[in-house]
Nanobody
Framework: QVQLLESGGGLVQAGDSLRLSCANS????????VGWFRQAPGKEREFVGS????????YYADSVKDRFTISRDNVKDSVALQMNSLKAEDTAVYYC?????????????????????WGQGTQVTVSS
């Protein structure tokens, strides 16, 4: 059983950087796709980005492209989300998720239903 735990959230100012980590305390996620999602109050959970099990392919939402970077360390069984140039609209609870299928379509990959395991989330607040 995969058990994901996010960390690294906090309160920052616009323009700052923050690095989120997703650790796994259960079965290894080294063979899983790992995605990051976020959910702001009153809004649906939205896709941020994902990384394939080998780290060779990534998808990013247009809203975070060129600012956020996903990386993974399969030896440490962890995945990171580096967030730069943060904006107030990045404020949300951030979730990491693991899934078994890598889609060649970002539309499919970005769906909540494409992931089987979820962490509890970590709050990121960006003040303007």
């Amino acid at each position: 059983q995969v058990q994901l735990l996010e960390s690294g959230g906090g309160l920052v100012q616009a323009g700052d950087s923050l690095r989120l980590s997703c650790a796994n305390s259960g079965s290894s996620v080294s063979r899983f796709v790992v995605g990051w999602f976020r959910q702001a109050p009153g809004k649906e959970r939205e896709f941020v980005g994902s990384i394939r099990w080998d780290g060779n392919f990534r998808y990013y939402a247009d809203s975070v492209k060129d600012r956020f970077t996903i990386s993974r360390d399969n030896v440490k069984d962890s995945v990171a989300l580096q967030m730069n140039s943060l904006k107030a609209e990045d404020t949300a609870v951030y979730y990491c998720a693991a899934g078994r299928i890598w889609s060649t379509s970002i539309t499919e990959q970005s769906k909540v239903s494409s992931f089987d395991y979820w962490g509890q989330g970590t709050q990121v607040t960006v003040s303007s």
